[in-house]
């Protein structure tokens, strides 16, 4: 089958399944069986090859969409509120300090970004414990876009116990490391420049030149892109080539 036909009913069925996710409410394992089955009914020549990648498109797309939680009542976990929560994202160095992205190991499912000073310093993964004098609702879609929905600034913070060595904190500590490397090797702001270019890490990055950016409209260059991942992969494709695996004619 040509590949463009493959991605084209894999789309339709995407976009299906986001269109049908309004109502369907089942579990994401239901539709990760749903998946697996079609697949396998596909490869027996029991349905047509294109009816399956429509259905698997719209099973995976029914799959994302089951990990996002609806937002909280606009009312529930204001004021002042003490818990327990887990960091659920890399913590950014902003202009006041530290910016963490929590999840609270309670009944309220949304996330909170923390305004907290730079010391101490708590990583992905970690479980800390939080007193805010006041929580406040959050309106930016930037961030209700990825389920926050709560701020708090400067709150007392208390760490509970350090994440566990997960793949992704693996993999932040590897970035972390080429980033710290970067910037002994390139002064500022060419360092920081560099690491937003290639992992969307612009922590740091100098108020003048961040405001460039945004006045040129060309922020994207600094986030997590296609082209970001285009730049780490030609890279590799080169480091591998130089060690001898190349495609055999």
């Not at 980033?179 to 922590?203: C, F």
Request: glycine share 6%; proline share 5%.
């Amino acid at each position: 089958m040509p590949a463009h036909l493959v991605w084209r009913y894999l789309a339709i069925g995407l976009l299906l399944g986001f269109i049908i996710s309004q109502w369907a409410v089942l579990l994401w394992w239901v539709w990760l069986a749903v998946a697996i089955v079609t697949f396998v009914l596909v490869r027996c020549n029991k349905i047509r090859p294109l009816v399956g990648l429509i259905i698997i498109g719209i099973a995976g797309a029914l799959i994302r969409t089951s990990f996002i939680m609806p937002p909280p009542l606009t009312t529930a976990f204001l004021g002042q509120q003490k818990f327990t929560a887990r960091v659920v994202e890399p913590p950014r160095v902003n202009a006041r300090g530290m910016r963490y992205i929590v999840e609270p190991v309670s009944e309220f499912n949304a996330r909170l970004v923390l305004n907290s000073r730079p010391y101490p310093q708590f990583s992905y993964g970690d479980t800390i414990s939080v007193v805010c004098k006041k929580v406040e609702l959050v309106s930016q879609s930037y961030f209700n876009n990825r389920g926050v929905y709560r701020q708090c600034s400067f709150p007392g913070l208390e760490l509970i116990s350090t994440s566990r060595g997960s793949i992704i904190s693996i993999l932040l500590s590897i970035r972390a490391r080429a980033s710290e490397h970067l910037k002994n090797w390139l002064a500022e702001p060419q360092a920081t420049l560099a690491t937003g270019m290639l992992w969307g890490d612009d922590a740091g990055l100098v108020r003048e030149v961040a405001d460039s950016f945004r006045r040129t409209g060309t922020t994207h260059l600094l986030a997590v892109s296609g082209y970001n991942v285009a730049v780490l992969v030609n890279i590799l494709f080169w480091i591998l080539i130089a060690v001898g695996l190349w495609r055999k004619s």
